[in-house]
């Protein structure tokens, strides 16, 4: 079964230190998206990257959250002509 997914965010000054390698070298973690350097999208268990995360300084975890987008197209209310 999948883990949940969190953002892992760089709070620091300065480059934001690579910590792909090292996430993805714990059990049960997957680095999903790790392009833009500063922003890692992570799957795995909480109890496993919390830990991990809150070691390295300057990095905060956040659970990863979906806003559904809302339904744009119109929509005919009655019937033409009445």
Known sequence: M???RF???YKG???APAI?????GLPDVSVLDA???HMLLVEGPEDKLRPAVESMG????TP?????L?????TVKGAPGH
């Open 58 to 61: 300057d990095w905060s975890l």
């Open 13 to 15: 000054k300065g480059a």
């Open 35 to 37: 392009s833009l350097g």
């Open 2 to 4: 999948p883990g949940k």
């Open 64 to 68: 990863e959250t979906a806003v559904p």
């Open 20 to 24: 792909a390698e090292r996430l993805q």
């Open 7 to 9: 953002i892992v965010t």
């Open 70 to 74: 809302p339904d744009v197209r119109k």
